[in-house]
């Protein structure tokens, strides 16, 4: 490869030798199109047309006289179509994969939100399409999974591991190792080698290039800070990097504190302090692992954000003081969510409810003059059963009980019918 | 890590990567296609992994590759991956796997190498995991996700102790990329039979032999080829065409399926001519 994809001490390309040429052909491929102006003038008319760009940037008045501090902005990713940031970075890798003539995409997913954009980007550019999702994951997602299933994706369970996102990785890798000639990993965030996380932070920075146009136009001045939920770190780059040469914007990545401190009840690489830096799944980075290097269980009620690594982007920031890293627990999530939906009717997905917890912290000890920006990644539809659980909602488990019954019964009919004819 | 003195190389003495050298010169001498195994230690405990290792001298193995169980062995295929998390599970650390080593390397005649993936050197800091590798008699190491590229520290640091450093030739490498790849070897190189992971089948056939031969030019280290490797067959067919035959998954297979013991009948019916 031409460039090494360092950033200080973070990233690089920790890579099988197998892989070594299709790296260089992506390499190239991204770098060619990073170069020719016509890439990204497709790429901006393929997301305007397709998926809901430029998505619009939203005054939360009623949570801003909440709060009584400053003025609330949201950068309203969620209506994206298929609902999350992810399509940004799946649409613009969809038309790489297609200059680099390959017919086939695979790719990890968590929340099931990568997998279910690049399905459809599958469905739409006429690729073949697998997904490796955590059995835990699909357990949890059924709604994208089903999703997933009907755009022609073969979602594949992953059982290894922790049967999450790392595992899903893994498998994600294996496939390729074997079917690189035709095939293409849609990687779905800021992290793995060089060239993903460089050139997903570049797809994504679309957002930031928008939000930063939309805060002059819109409220005439840039932020005082912006907050973004920090998975692998896509959405948090897309937005920062709007706003990275501003030095008097604050930018601030929250992480998943699930059950709050201590090894297995988070996945707060840089918030926390149990992450050490490490290389593991191709590149280096803060990884939550033990003094030998094994990685170790995470918790999130969220599905997008329990992932072991983070962006070495991100962890550069972070060493660099460029950025601050807060965490929210699986608590303040549901609430501050609760809160969203109550106040303005939106309603921000788990993982990007994250962000709505640090800002809704510290928006009351600043200035009414001052205006802070959150990035809601995507939006909550998937997340139903999680939340009704979360909230226990009786209505709700009366009609799951009741959507049982009805499937129990048809089921019955079906055996019945079977053993008629037997 | 272990405490013992650290070993200051004499340098009358042959370093490990050039004893290793030796002895697969001079076994090549007498045996036309040499056996390397691979196994995971600590599955499914160490008892049974020092059963394996004795069994497999007795029957003949001339080099074992010993991996150190990865949470995230990535270029791993499925048999070799449980292996490694069923080890993990059971509790293997790298300090149990440095103690292993050293016995097995006092005890049993044949070179030992290490396979593992990059931060299991890394979380011990390169240069100390390096130094403990040599004092426990390891004479050479394999790391699938360490391209020369990356690997600085840890090249140098092998080449401090005399290690042997195995980097895996592949049939998508370039003639210029098998070079570089061999300049950074010692002892052997490794080359993988196909794409793909460890553990699935490989079809062996004529169809190699471009590839062989392009390895064969790159290096004058002996070549040895693993990925698919399984059966008799399969040995008869690398005879004459490369050095080493590496059997690894099937080894595992056979222990699952059949018990520790029946792990010598396999070993010596590759063998058998
Ligand atoms: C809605 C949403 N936000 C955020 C994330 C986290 O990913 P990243 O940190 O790459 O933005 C996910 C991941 O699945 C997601 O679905």
Redesign the pocket.
């Known amino acids: 490869m031409q460039h090494s994809g360092y950033f200080n001490q973070f990233g690089g390309a920790f890579i099988p030798e197998i892989l070594v040429p299709t790296f260089n052909q992506l390499e190239a491929a991204y770098l060619q199109a990073k170069d020719d102006p016509q890439f990204w003038q497709d790429y901006e008319t393929l997301m305007s047309t397709y998926s809901c760009r430029a998505t619009p940037i939203t005054f939360a008045q009623n949570l801003t006289e909440h709060f009584g501090g400053a003025q609330i902005y949201i950068k309203r990713e969620d209506l994206n179509h298929t609902g999350?940031?992810?399509a940004n970075n799946v649409m613009g890798q969809g038309l790489i994969t297609r200059r680099m003539g390959k017919r086939r995409v695979i790719a990890e997913?968590?929340?099931g939100?990568?997998g279910v954009a690049t399905a459809t980007m599958a469905a739409k550019f006429g690729f073949d399409c697998t997904i490796y999702m955590g059995a835990v994951d699909v357990a949890r997602q059924r709604p994208n999974v089903f999703w997933m299933e009907q755009m022609g994706a073969e979602v594949i369970a992953v059982e290894d591991g922790s049967a999450t996102l790392k595992d899903a990785i893994n498998e994600a890798f294996r496939d390729w190792v074997t079917n690189m000639d035709d095939t293409h990993y849609v990687l779905?965030?800021?992290c793995g080698p060089y060239p993903f996380p460089e050139m997903v932070c570049w797809l994504q920075s679309i957002i930031g290039k928008e939000a930063r146009q939309q805060m002059l136009e819109r409220v005439g001045k840039l932020p005082e800070r912006v907050y973004a939920?920090?998975?692998?770190?896509?959405?948090?780059m897309g937005i920062f990097s709007g706003f990275l040469d501003d030095k008097e914007v604050e930018l601030v990545g929250v992480e998943a504190g699930g059950r709050g401190r201590g090894m297995g009840h988070h996945a707060a690489r840089l918030a926390y302090d149990d992450a050490k830096i490490g290389v593991a799944q191709g590149y280096k980075t803060y990884f939550l692992q033990n003094g030998d290097g094994q990685m170790q269980d995470t918790h999130s009620v969220s599905?997008?954000?329990d992932y072991v690594g983070v962006s070495p982007i991100l962890a550069d920031l972070h060493e660099r003081g460029a950025a601050r890293f807060e965490a929210a627990t699986d608590d303040e999530v549901v609430e501050a969510m609760r809160l969203t939906v109550r106040k303005e009717g939106l309603i921000p997905?788990l993982?990007?409810s994250h962000a709505f917890v640090q800002a809704f912290k510290e928006a009351p000890s600043m200035a009414s003059t001052d205006v802070i920006l959150i990035n809601q990644?995507?939006r909550a539809d998937k997340d139903i059963f999680t939340v009704a659980d979360a909230i226990d909602d009786p209505k709700w488990k009366q009609f799951i009980i009741n959507k049982a019954e009805e499937y129990r019964r048809a089921d019955n009919s079906i055996d019945n019918t079977g053993d008629d004819h037997a | 890590m272990l405490t013992t003195a650290s070993t200051t190389l004499e340098t009358t003495m042959p370093s490990p990567a050039e004893q290793l050298r030796e002895t697969l010169r001079a076994r090549r001498e007498q045996k036309e296609l040499l056996l390397m195994t691979h196994i995971v230690l600590g599955y499914p405990n160490f008892d049974d992994s020092l059963c394996v290792v004795e069994s497999m001298v007795k029957d003949g193995v001339d080099l074992m590759e010993l991996q150190i169980p990865f949470s995230e062995p990535m270029a791993d295929g499925p048999v070799i991956l449980r292996a490694n998390a069923q080890a993990l599970a059971a509790g293997a650390t790298t300090e149990q796997c440095m103690r292993f080593a050293e016995r097995v390397s006092a005890e049993f005649d044949i070179p030992f190498l290490f396979m593992t993936y990059y931060n299991i050197l890394f979380a011990t800091g390169v240069e100390q995991f390096v130094r403990t590798m040599a004092e426990v008699g390891i004479q050479g190491a394999i790391i699938p996700d360490l391209p020369p590229e990356e690997g600085g520290e840890y090249l140098s640091a092998m080449k401090t102790q005399g290690l042997a450093p195995v980097h895996i030739f592949t049939p998508s490498s370039s003639p210029e990329r098998l070079r570089e790849l061999a300049q950074h070897s010692d002892g052997l190189v490794y080359c993988v039979a196909r794409k793909g992971v460890t553990g699935k089948d490989t079809a062996f056939s004529s169809d190699l032999d471009a590839y062989l031969a392009r390895c064969r030019e790159s290096t004058d280290l002996p070549l040895a080829l693993g990925f698919g490797v399984k059966s008799k067959e399969d040995m008869d067919f690398l005879r004459g065409r490369v050095d080493i035959a590496v059997v690894g998954s099937e080894t595992i297979r056979v222990m699952e399926q059949r018990g520790v013991g029946a792990v010598s009948a396999f070993i010596e019916g590759l063998n058998a001519r």
Do not use: I
């Open positions: 999350a940031h992810k997913t968590g929340a939100q990568h779905g965030t800021a939920c920090v998975g692998g770190g896509s959405n948090a599905a997008g954000l997905a993982e990007s990644s995507g």
